[in-house]
C-alpha cells in the first residue's frame, strides 16, 4: 500500500478493465491542496473514467486512490462524499422534477440518513445558505421554478452549485463549459475561479482556451495512460502531445 | 428575515389549502355521504373497497414517487390478513366449538389434515397484542429483507418487478401447499368474533367499516408527513436521478428500503382489515393477479396522488362488482383496457385529469385561506418570536 503522503489525493497504479480492455492502465498521479489540475486528451483516453473510477461510480480492477491519506477505493459513494470528495457529471444531473431550490436543499449536507431526513426542518438558516448559493450561481430569480424548465447553461450551473453547497475539498468537474454559450462559457469562468479558491480542483475538458485559463497543471491522457504531465506550456510545446492530441 | 405579512412560500407547511380540503372531502364521502346512501351490505363492499386503498397508498410512496414498481404487494396485503386471520381462527376454535374433532381445540382445517397439536408459530397468535403487532411487523421484515438483498446491489426497475411477482407467485404455492399449517386453497375461514365481540352481523360490519376509515386516515396522514419531508423530495431526487442523490451524499439504498418497508406496511394493515371485515383470507388475495389488480388501481387513481390511489382503489373495485354482476366474463377484458387506456391516454389517472382541469380553478378560489394559513405557519416559525424557549413551548 501506498505510504502516508502529503498529496491531497494519491492515484496509483489505477487500473480498470471492461472485458480485457484497459481503459485505464497503471495509472499514477497526485493532486496537491489547493491545485487545479485538468485533465486533457483524445476521445476514448479514459478521462472521465478517471474521474468515475475516483468517485466510486466505477469499480477499479487495481490500485489505489488516497484522498487525505483515506483509500476510496474501498468506500461506497455516499462515503466518498463525506470524505470530501465531489463530482459534477458532463451532462447537467439535476432532479427535473424539483424547484432549483429543493434542488440544493438536497445537496445541503446533513441528514443524510432515513430518519434524518424524515426529521429535517426547513430553517432560515438553510433558507439563507441556499438564497447566498442561488446568488453565486445567478439563478436567484429562478429558485421556485422547475429544475426541468432551466436552459443548459442554467442546469450547468445549478449542478456546480450543487457541489458548492457541499463545500467539498476535491472538486472533480467534467467538461463545465461543454455546450455553453459565449455569453454563458464567460460567466461560468468567473464562477469557477471564485468556488475554485481554498479547495482542490480535478476537470476534464477540452476548450484549450478554458484550460489556458485555469489549469495549474495539466495531465495529458491517451490509451488510459499519461502521456505528459506539467505545465500547460511544456505539455502544448511536447512532440508526443502534439502528435497524439493537439496536431488534430 | 420574513415578514409576517407577506408570507415566504418556501416555508414548509404540512398542508396547503387545497390539501386539506381533498382530505375534508374523502373524509366527508367515506364518513357522511357512503354510510348514508349505503345499506349495510354495499356498505360493506365498500369497507372492502378501502382495504384496497390502503395497498394503492403505499404504492404512490413505492411506485409513483420512489420509481420502485412492486408487483408483489398482495404478498404484505395477505401477510396482514394471514395474521389478523390466525387469530380470529383460534378464538374461533375453542374446544367446545370443535369437540366433533378428532384434536378439539385446534383451527379444523389443522384436523383434517391429522395434526394433533398447534404448530409452535400459531401459538403466540392467540394474543391479540402481539397478532396487532405481528400485523405490521411481519410484513415490515420480510419487505426489509427482500429491500436489503435487492436494493443494495442495485437491482431495480423491471428486474425488481419480475422478482416481487415472482415472491407473490412463491408465496401462493407455499400457501396452497401447506394446507394443514395455513388451510391451503381455501384460506382461512368461518371467522367468528374479535376478543368475544361477534364481527358476523351487520351492525360490527358497519362498526368496522368506520374503524377502517379511520386507520386509513391514519396511513394517509403517515404518507402525507413521509411525502412533505425531504426524504419525500429525496424519493422523488432518486427517482430523477438516481446516481446525482448518491453523489449528493446520501445511501440510496437505505431510502428505497424504507418506502418499501412502508409500503408493506400500509399494505398489511389493509389486508389485516380486509379479513375482518369480509371474514376469511385465501391464497387468492395473495397471488400474482390480485397484485396486478392493486397496481391497477393506484394508476387509475394516480400514482402520484396519495388521495387519487383511494378514490381508484374505490372506483375500480366498485366498477369491477356492478360490471361482473352483469358481464361475468367481460370484466377481465374491461379492467385490461382499462389500465391500457390510463396508461397512454391518462398516465397520472384521476389525480392528473384533477391537476389539469380543475385544481387551478380551486387553487384561485382558495388562496385567500391559503394565505391565512401561511401566515399561521410563518408566525409560528418566524424568526421573529423573542425567544427561542418560546418557540419550544408551542
Known amino acids: 500500500m501506498v505510504a502516508s503522503t502529503d498529496y491531497l489525493l494519491a492515484v496509483e497504479g489505477l487500473t480498470v478493465s471492461f472485458d480485457g480492455f484497459r481503459a485505464v492502465d497503471d495509472l499514477s498521479f497526485y493532486v496537491d491542496k489547493n491545485e487545479i489540475r485538468v485533465i486533457i486528451g483524445p476521445n476514448g483516453a479514459g478521462k472521465t473514467t478517471v474521474l468515475d473510477l475516483i468517485c466510486g461510480r466505477t469499480k477499479a480492477t487495481g490500485g489505489s486512490v488516497q484522498f487525505k491519506n483515506r483509500e476510496l477505493l474501498k468506500m461506497r459513494e455516499d462515503q466518498i462524499v463525506h470524505a470530501g470528495v465531489g463530482r459534477k457529471f458532463q451532462t447537467p444531473s439535476i432532479y427535473d422534477d424539483l424547484t432549483v431550490f429543493e434542488n440544493l436543499e438536497l445537496s445541503t449536507p446533513g441528514s443524510y440518513t432515513v430518519f434524518g431526513a424524515l426529521a429535517f426542518k426547513r430553517t432560515g438558516e438553510v433558507i439563507a445558505r441556499i438564497e447566498e448559493i442561488a446568488e453565486m450561481i445567478f439563478l436567484s430569480d429562478l429558485l421556485d421554478q422547475k429544475a426541468a424548465l432551466l436552459s443548459h447553461g442554467q442546469k450547468q450551473w445549478l449542478e456546480i452549485g450543487m457541489l458548492l453547497i457541499q463545500d467539498p475539498e476535491l472538486l472533480m468537474l467534467d467538461e463545465p463549459v461543454a455546450g455553453m454559450s459565449v455569453a454563458e462559457r464567460k460567466k461560468t469562468a468567473e464562477l469557477l475561479n471564485t468556488i475554485t479558491k481554498g479547495r482542490s480542483v480535478l476537470v476534464v475538458e477540452h476548450d484549450m482556451k478554458f484550460v489556458e485559463d485555469i489549469a495549474h497543471k495539466v495531465t495529458v491522457l491517451h490509451q488510459g495512460k499519461i502521456l505528459a504531465e506539467g505545465s500547460m506550456d511544456a505539455v502544448q510545446a511536447d512532440p508526443k502531445v502534439i502528435e497524439v492530441y493537439l496536431g488534430h | ?394
Not at chain 2, 407577506?6 to 381533498?22: C, H, I, K, N, V
Not at chain 2, 437491482?155 to 416481487?164: D, E, H, K, R
Not at chain 2, 388501481?297 to 372506483?315: D, H, I, M, P, T
Not at chain 2, 352483469?326 to 374491461?334: R, V
Open chain 2, 1 to 394: 428575515m420574513s415578514d409576517v405579512s407577506t408570507p415566504d412560500p418556501r416555508q414548509s407547511r404540512l398542508f396547503t389549502a387545497s390539501e386539506l380540503l381533498g382530505y375534508l372531502v374523502l373524509a366527508a364521502v367515506i364518513f357522511i355521504v357512503l354510510p348514508s346512501v349505503l345499506d349495510a351490505f354495499r356498505l360493506n363492499l365498500f369497507g372492502k373497497y378501502l382495504s384496497y386503498a390502503f395497498v394503492a397508498i403505499g404504492l404512490v410512496l413505492c411506485w409513483g414517487v420512489g420509481g420502485i414498481l412492486s408487483l408483489g404487494q398482495g404478498v404484505f396485503f395477505g401477510l396482514g390478513g394471514y395474521c389478523m386471520a390466525m387469530f380470529l381462527k383460534l378464538e374461533a376454535s375453542t374446544p367446545e366449538n370443535t369437540s366433533i374433532q378428532s384434536t378439539p381445540g385446534i383451527p379444523d382445517f389443522m384436523d383434517w389434515n391429522q395434526l394433533t397439536e398447534l404448530p409452535w408459530w400459531w401459538v403466540p397468535f392467540n394474543s391479540l397484542t402481539f397478532t396487532v403487532v405481528a400485523i405490521v411487523v411481519v410484513p415490515v421484515i420480510l419487505a426489509f429483507i427482500i429491500g436489503f438483498a435487492m436494493f443494495t446491489r442495485r437491482v431495480g426497475g423491471v428486474y425488481f418487478a419480475i422478482i416481487t411477482q415472482a415472491i407473490a407467485a412463491i408465496a401462493t404455492i407455499l400457501i396452497i401447499g401447506q394446507q394443514g399449517f395455513t388451510g391451503g386453497v381455501n384460506g382461512i375461514t368461518d371467522l367468528r368474533t374479535l376478543m368475544g365481540w361477534d364481527i358476523r352481523p351487520d351492525s360490527a360490519k358497519t362498526a368496522l367499516y368506520f374503524v377502517n376509515g379511520v386507520l386509513l386516515f391514519a396511513v394517509l396522514f403517515v404518507a402525507h408527513m413521509i411525502l412533505k419531508s425531504k426524504a419525500g423530495r429525496l424519493m422523488i431526487a432518486i427517482r430523477d436521478r438516481e446516481d446525482r442523490v448518491r453523489f449528493s451524499g446520501y445511501n440510496v439504498a437505505n431510502f428505497k428500503i424504507f418506502v418499501f418497508c412502508a409500503g408493506a406496511a400500509f399494505a398489511a394493515i389493509g389486508g389485516a382489515m380486509f379479513t375482518l371485515q369480509v371474514g376469511f383470507i385465501s391464497p387468492t388475495l395473495v397471488g400474482i393477479v390480485p397484485s396486478i389488480y392493486m397496481v391497477i388501481f393506484c394508476a387509475v387513481g394516480g400514482r402520484l396522488s396519495l388521495l387519487g390511489a383511494v378514490y381508484g382503489a374505490l372506483l375500480v373495485n366498485w366498477a369491477q362488482t356492478t360490471f361482473s354482476e352483469s358481464f361475468p366474463e367481460l370484466w377481465l377484458l374491461a379492467m385490461g383496457a382499462l389500465f391500457i387506456a390510463v396508461v397512454m391516454a391518462f398516465p397520472l389517472g384521476l389525480a392528473g385529469l384533477y391537476d389539469d382541469y380543475l385544481k387551478r380553478h380551486i387553487d384561485r378560489l382558495l388562496a385567500p385561506v391559503d394565505r391565512m394559513m401561511m401566515r399561521r405557519a410563518a408566525r409560528k416559525t418566524s424568526p421573529k418570536a423573542p425567544a427561542p424557549t418560546a418557540q419550544a413551548a408551542e
